[in-house]
């Protein structure tokens, strides 16, 4: 199948090519009217263009290539596979918006291997579930402007983004009459932020997440107390074990729809947080720097 040109788009749209590069490329400094960049666009899309992206960046010394970069583990459970699907799609969305491409990629969390960046030229990067030590192994191999997405890593050169645990914590332990709660959680890749989320339970009284069969143990020793659990599809298992009046949810995966109705959800926003990340990137990437090194993504007030 013939590669469609810039000269085929212009031939087809009825005007230079110099024009269908001008709006191909965003540029904003040419003087080009709405109707006719529509019309370029509309033809680019019918002809299923695809851009040269090697050309673009020797032209423009720009990829226009963000990496979101994921650590799993080598054999993921379900609370675990869909724990970042919607974040990845809603940061796609987020970087199509600003005309960049996305690459997503995967790296174990055993065998922290990555070549990703040294076969594409990334202008930015979102790494996302990572471990303080793997860190410090992948940090050297990646030049871009980076934000570390839940984890909290201590270092004041990198921007951290994660969910406010804390204030949605204290805001469900209110309703409770702070009496004393048992906490059911997924298992982050980082020590800090699994600290930061157990910091105010009693350490009796904290699951993380590893198999069903344990789960129903840990409720059924608990099934008179009340309850905080975070992940939603954690929460759904849960539901199978305990009385849905003594448990919250916190919904971090984007699928609370999955829970039953009778169940308390406290919900984050994976779309707020695409926005919030990508906004940081944005700046990083412009040069633009702050001392404020940690964003923490408040929930969503309640309907």
Not at 61 to 72: A, D, F, R, Y
Not at 87 to 106: A, F, G, P, Q, W
Not at 126 to 144: C, E, H, P, Q
Request: proline share 2%; with cysteine.
């Amino acid at each position: 199948m013939k590669k469609v040109t810039l000269k085929d788009i212009a031939d087809h749209a009825g005007v230079s090519v110099a024009s269908v590069s001008y709006v191909l490329n965003n540029r904003t400094d040419q003087k080009i009217s709405l109707k006719t960049r529509e019309k370029i666009l509309e033809v680019a899309y019918e002809l299923n263009y695809v851009p040269n992206i090697a050309a673009r960046t020797l032209a423009n010394k720009k990829s226009s290539l963000i990496g979101i970069l994921i650590i799993t583990s080598e054999n993921e459970d379900p609370w675990e596979k869909f724990l970042y699907t919607d974040l990845v799609r809603e940061l796609e969305k987020v970087m199509r918006r600003n005309n960049y491409d996305v690459i997503v990629s995967t790296i174990s969390v055993t065998k922290p291997e990555i070549d990703i960046t040294s076969k594409r030229v990334l202008e930015g990067v979102f790494l996302i579930n990572v471990r303080g030590d793997i860190f410090y192994k992948l940090s050297t191999k990646i030049s871009a402007p980076m934000i570390i997405v839940d984890s909290l890593i201590e270092d004041r050169y990198f921007h951290k983004i994660t969910w406010n645990f804390s204030k949605a914590i204290a805001s469900i332990k209110k309703t409770y009459n702070r009496e004393e709660v048992f906490l059911v959680t997924s298992r982050f890749n980082d020590k800090r932020i699994m600290e930061y989320i157990r910091d105010d339970f009693n350490k009796e009284l904290i699951y993380e997440m590893d198999s069903v069969e344990e789960l129903e143990s840990f409720l059924e020793k608990n099934k008179d107390k009340k309850g905080i659990i975070i992940n939603e599809f954690i929460g759904d298992m849960a539901s199978r074990f305990i009385d849905n009046k003594n448990i919250f949810v916190i919904s971090i995966c984007g699928s609370d729809y999955l829970l039953d109705k009778d169940i308390r959800t406290v919900v984050f926003s994976n779309k707020k947080k695409a926005v919030l990340a990508s906004n940081q990137l944005f700046k990083l990437i412009d040069k633009q720097y702050s001392d404020n090194k940690y964003i923490y993504v408040n929930h969503n007030k309640p309907k």
